[in-house]
């Protein structure tokens, strides 16, 4: 998100305004009050004395749900001081709650009239993105002294309430005749509850709620409480990580199925909603500091998991599910995402998710509670997954129309491309999914033996993830290159480009030992590492652009995967120089990682610099400082212990997390120097 606007969110509910805390939305722009996939809130501007806009003071984000505006009305002159100033204190849980106070600074009484303009256009949030013209018909009513924002398309409604007890209400918004002592003040607050045919959770005050309750079952101290305590000899260490739970929790949402339960949404501003992908991966980052997020993940994507043959929403029985949403598009059937299985690479990766739970967190029972769901995940793998039975998982869409034509995590159309710059053809069998597979078999195999009481399923698991290695380490290898095709395309050609999800086949165990000394030495080469991370495409690849979405850009979240297959195959020291990388990148972007940002070099700009689409927070960009955590301290549980190996980036003399959870008890603690190893 830009910089120039603040953001307040609670899970699938969020505000993007400017730095008045006014609301002025463009179609395209996502600017305004969302909530359940729809914009219930285009318009929304304080007037001052008539027509007369308000400038700022200051603008302070008190919490990821809460935010302040200092504002004052401009005198016209450099000479003359105002002698009012307005403060707005804005709130955001399953509506807003907005607080107003004007100040009266001079020794003479003060009346003034404040007015708030206020409309929506009632956007799904794929209008926005695409620009696309409502089908139904917008309508606003004085009701019961509350302003009602409506839209109506056949049985679909949507409305919005605004009610205010000092107000004036017309149709217009909120008039209010403010009269103010010397030296005084004079406060109002005002409610905007969106109503989406779903019940929200009852508030207590006047209109609908006093003040919009974040829905969390816990407050945010108790949260940060809950997870492990950090101390680093690098201070700025400490922010991050702090930044990184205070966005997690505010990614939380609860699903329908599971309303007593969280796990992460994607990201704001686009992605605030259901993903397969993005939660699992969001889930396996966070499993040593917010275990429980795994185990939601988990059961809600088993709850959702295909049934059925679907071309419409690439569903599959047993595949996991991309995207669910629950607005206009969705609802008429003009969008698949009800939900949307369209990718190949969730399925294998729930599986990984399923058996890191159970090593973090010892929860035998869920593993057996979800083995039918393990089992139906796995039988897709071979029976679906694999479409043409050439032992590799391949994708290409059924919904020609509205589907995604890439089903991995470089999702964009033109993602997957030859080193000329050329596109491939699909379908397309990219190579981390394989690696996916590969560990996914390994893991069920432990799953099958230990706890499903079956053996033979055990047995076959290893064997085919074996005979699976052997086979990848051939097809894939492009030994020129001294690396792994980027995807195996519809023709069977290797699509030979040179990307970071090389490092992701590190991550899975995939890659043969012989190979991996080649592997580490491309990514951490000038060609891939820009100094802040490992770029999505090499330099000088013929589809490489620095700001290109997929085909140049550094991702946090692909960096902290190919941080931990460094790790795992033995590159530790250029694991702790990566994850340093990352996390110094981190302090430039106000402690958060973004989703993404451009791959430059860093001796060129000497800072990383911002994607202008990037969303912020973004759930696995969020989760990849625990990962990088877990990465410099060599954390693995064995069992009931916890094991530790740090290795420390240079710049890093003393690392340490107390209070770790797992099947040692909550005691778990893992700390570690420069140059020593525990």
């Not at 043959?309 to 047993?318: I, K, L, M, Q, T």
Request: hydrophobic content about 35%; charged content about 25%.
């Amino acid at each position: 998100m830009s910089r120039d606007t603040i953001s307040i969110l609670d899970g699938s509910t969020f505000v993007v305004c400017d730095r008045r805390g006014d609301i002025d939305a463009a179609p395209d722009q996502p600017h305004g009050l969302f909530f359940r996939d729809t914009r219930f809130l285009s318009r929304w501007i304080l007037r001052f004395e008539g027509n007369g806009r308000l400038e700022v003071l200051s603008t302070d984000q008190v919490d990821y749900f809460y935010s302040q505006f200092f504002l004052y009305p401009p005198t016209g002159t450099i000479y003359k001081n105002p002698a009012v100033s307005v403060i707005r204190q804005r709130s955001v849980g399953d509506g807003v709650h907005e607080d107003l106070v004007v100040l009266n600074h001079s020794s003479e009484p003060l009346a003034v009239d404040l007015h708030i303009d206020a409309d929506s256009d009632f956007a799904d949030i794929f209008e926005v993105k695409d620009a696309l013209k409502k089908k139904g018909d917008r309508y606003r009513q004085v009701r019961d002294g509350a302003l009602i924002l409506g839209y109506r398309r056949n049985g679909f409604v949507r409305e919005t309430v605004i009610t205010s007890k000092d107000a004036t209400v017309d149709e217009s918004g909120l008039s209010f005749e403010v009269a103010i002592p010397p030296h005084s003040d004079w406060q109002t607050c005002i409610d905007v509850v969106p109503q989406a045919g779903v019940a929200v959770r009852p508030k207590h005050g006047h209109g609908s709620f006093s003040k919009a309750v974040p829905n969390m079952e816990r407050s945010l101290e108790d949260w940060i409480d809950a997870a492990p305590v950090l101390d680093s000899s690098w201070d700025k260490l400490g922010h991050i990580y702090w930044r990184s739970l205070v966005d997690l929790a505010a990614l939380r949402f609860y699903p329908d199925i599971a309303p007593n339960s969280s796990l992460p949404a994607a990201g704001l501003p686009w992605f605030m909603a259901l993903f397969g992908r993005d939660s699992v991966i969001t889930s396996y980052q966070a499993l040593p500091f917010t275990p429980d997020l795994a185990e939601t993940t988990l059961r809600v994507l088993g709850a959702r998991q295909g049934t059925e043959v679907d071309d419409f929403r690439d569903e599959e029985p047993g595949k996991i599910l991309h995207e669910l949403r629950v607005g206009e598009l969705t609802h008429f059937g003009e969008r698949p995402h009800s939900p949307y299985f369209g990718t190949a690479d969730a399925t294998p990766l729930w599986l990984i998710l399923l058996d890191e739970t159970e090593r973090w967190t010892g929860n035998q029972e869920l593993v057996k509670e979800l083995e039918p769901n393990a089992r139906a995940a796995l039988a897709w793998i071979d029976e679906y997954g694999d479409r043409d039975g050439d032992g590799y998982v391949e994708y290409q869409r059924r919904n020609t129309q509205t589907g995604l034509e890439n089903m991995c995590w470089k999702d964009s159309w033109n993602s997957i491309l030859f080193k000329d710059g050329s596109n491939s053809k699909l379908p397309r069998a990219t190579c981390e999914i394989q690696g996916y597979v590969y560990d996914a078999k390994r893991r069920c195999a432990r799953l099958a033996r230990d706890f499903w009481g079956d053996a033979g399923l055990a047995d076959r698991l290893e064997e085919q993830a074996a005979s699976l290695k052997t086979r990848f380490n051939r097809d894939f290898w492009i030994p020129e290159r001294e690396s792994f095709a980027l995807a195996l395309d519809g023709d069977k050609r290797q699509v030979d480009s040179l990307t970071s999800n090389i490092g992701q086949l590190l991550w899975s165990g995939i890659v043969e030992q012989d190979k991996a000394d080649a592997l580490a030495g491309h990514l951490m080469s000038p060609r891939m590492f820009s100094g802040w991370g490992i770029r999505t495409m090499a330099e000088g690849e013929g589809g490489y652009n620095p700001i290109e979405y997929h085909n140049g850009t550094v991702w946090p979240h692909d960096n902290s995967l190919i941080a931990a297959g460094l790790r795992r195959y033995g590159f530790a020291e250029e694991a702790a120089r990566l994850a340093y990388a990352l996390l110094e990148a981190a302090t430039y972007f106000d402690w958060r990682l973004p989703e993404v940002f451009a791959g430059y070099q860093r001796s060129l700009t000497h800072f990383p610099v911002e994607y202008p689409t990037a969303s912020s927070p973004q759930a696995w960009a969020t989760g990849t400082p625990f990962l990088l955590l877990r990465v410099l301290l060599g954390l693995e549980p064995d069992g009931r212990r916890l094991r530790s190996e740090p290795v420390l980036p240079q710049e890093i003399s003393h690392l340490a997390l107390r209070g770790i959870r797992g099947p040692w008890g909550e005691a778990g603690e893992a700390s570690g120097k420069r140059g020593a190893r525990s």
